[in-house]
């Protein structure tokens, strides 16, 4: 499967950005998939998670009421939405996909698309 991200921008503390997330192939479905994000200097991290069916949802503690991630199948589709950020939002963002029904870790996900970047000025 092949991940297009895109939606990152500058914005302004407390304001607000949706990224999405384009996948090609037929078994998008068949994916739990994950927003991960990555600053300077610094490892890549679990934003948001969600399940192959779209039920299940996981959020890093530093996103949780902020963030929202979701998934609409029959457009091979993931989201993020992103709420009252802040500047210890700004990173590089990743969407990716991996085999299992869902997946929080780095190296447990199997596709990767390239990053958007979101920058959030105080």
């Known amino acids: 499967v092949l991940l297009q991200a895109y939606g990152g921008g500058l914005v302004l503390a407390g304001g607000f950005l949706r990224l999405s997330c384009a996948a090609t192939g037929r078994t998008f479905s068949s994916y739990g998939m994950g927003w991960f994000r990555q600053a300077p200097g610094k490892e890549r991290d679990l934003v948001a998670a969600?399940?192959?069916?779209?039920?299940?949802?996981y959020y890093a503690d530093s996103v949780k009421d902020r963030f929202t991630i979701s998934r609409d199948n029959t457009k091979k589709t993931v989201a993020l939405q992103m709420d009252s950020l802040k500047p210890e939002d700004t990173a590089v963002y990743y969407c990716?996909?991996?085999?299992?029904?869902?997946?929080?870790?780095?190296?447990?996900?199997?596709?990767w698309g390239k990053g958007t970047q979101v920058t959030v000025s105080s």
């Open positions: 969600i399940s192959r069916s779209g039920v299940s949802t």
């Open positions: 990716a996909a991996s085999a299992a029904i869902i997946e929080t870790s780095v190296s447990g996900m199997n596709y």
